[in-house]
């Protein structure tokens, strides 16, 4: 009886099933950190992207077309939700992404893939 109780035969591979959903739930709780901050990335650098053409240009849907060609460059996982630019000669521009959660399954929501929204402003003068 003894011996059966200080056999250990088997336990590594016990422990290893055991670790293995909260590896893989790690890894995935961190590849969607990555993704949201890359999104983050996507829309700053589309804004930054629409301010210099309007700045230049003054106009307003050539702005909006160079910050969806950078969003929609980004990656599926994110999408372009607009670039409203408000003001004149002094003007603030935006760009709104929603970026999907990926690893949660659509089939899961009603609506489809759950996403959240984020917005980049910055401003600036137009040269003349």
Not at 40 to 63: C, N, P, Q, R
Not at 102 to 112: D, E, I, K, N, T
Request: glycine content about 10%; charged content about 10%.
């Amino acid at each position: 009886m003894k011996r059966a109780l200080t056999n250990e035969e088997g336990s590594a591979t016990i422990e290893f099933l055991g670790m293995v959903p909260l590896v893989f739930s790690v890894m995935m709780i961190a590849w969607q950190f990555i993704a949201g901050f890359h999104g983050l990335m996507i829309a700053e650098s589309a804004v930054s992207e629409a301010a210099k053409v309007y700045s230049v240009t003054a106009d307003a849907g050539e702005a909006s077309q160079a910050a969806q060609n950078i969003v929609d460059a980004g990656g599926s996982y994110i999408s372009f939700a607009g670039a409203p630019i408000s003001g004149s000669n002094n003007f603030t521009a935006s760009v709104s992404v929603n970026i999907d959660f990926v690893f949660l399954p659509a089939s899961m929501f009603g609506g489809g893939k759950p996403t959240f929204s984020y917005t980049a402003d910055t401003s600036g003068k137009v040269i003349k």
